[in-house]
């Protein structure tokens, strides 16, 4: 038996301390097709879910959310290995994936639930959240200020499933839809980056 508890402790410990370092981050920056992409490409990066978030009514739909009519934001949530990819790293790409100038619009999409926003789900994603936007407003590469929301995640609702992974499952519509938005247009002239917000 005390062979047996060693064994098991093996197996356990490990996914213990693996489960410590599993984390979630919140962002909203428009269209939730185009922002699954961005984290998807980094390495511990668990998964991307697209949904919405800082709204009051539970169990919103797309029709619902869309049409403005329950406070809530598109968001995608990553889940995220904190030991192969900081916080900061995803505060990075995202903010080079927005406009932070546009308080209820992103590119062609206008709205509050197109509003940017950064969701925090603890004190450290709140203070490093901030930190970040604070240090972008004296560095920024462009003259407007910084209007991207920082606030508590509270409930995340995900989407429906034709929503999630859309970029992979529709990529001719996908790239339609973000070309005739002006995302990577107005990304370059934001950033200066010729590939439209990829990340760094």
């Not at 029709?63 to 904190?82: L, N, P």
């Not at 926003?117 to 200020?145: G, H, R, T, V, W």
Request: aromatic share 16%.
């Amino acid at each position: 038996m005390r062979r047996f508890g060693f064994i098991c402790m093996m197996f356990v410990l490990p996914t213990m301390a693996f489960a410590e370092n599993i984390e979630k981050a919140t962002f909203a920056g428009g269209c939730f097709w185009c922002m699954e992409h961005p984290f998807d490409e980094l390495d511990g990066v668990i998964s991307t879910t697209s949904g919405y978030a800082g709204g009051f009514k539970k169990h919103p739909t797309y029709q619902q959310v869309s049409a403005g009519k329950t406070g809530h934001t598109e968001v995608v949530q990553v889940v995220f290995d904190s030991e192969k990819v900081s916080y900061k790293k995803l505060l990075s790409v995202y903010w080079r994936n927005t406009d932070p100038t546009t308080a209820n619009r992103q590119f062609c999409d206008v709205g509050s639930q197109y509003r940017p926003a950064i969701f925090y789900s603890n004190d450290m994603q709140k203070s490093l959240a901030e930190a970040s936007k604070a240090q972008l407003q004296k560095n920024k590469p462009f003259k407007q200020d910084i209007v991207t929301e920082i606030s508590p995640v509270g409930e995340f609702w995900a989407a429906e499933s034709y929503h999630q992974d859309y970029y992979l499952k529709n990529p001719l519509r996908y790239r339609f839809y973000r070309y005739n938005c002006g995302r990577d247009q107005r990304l370059q002239k934001l950033w200066g980056m010729n590939d439209g917000g990829k990340h760094e």
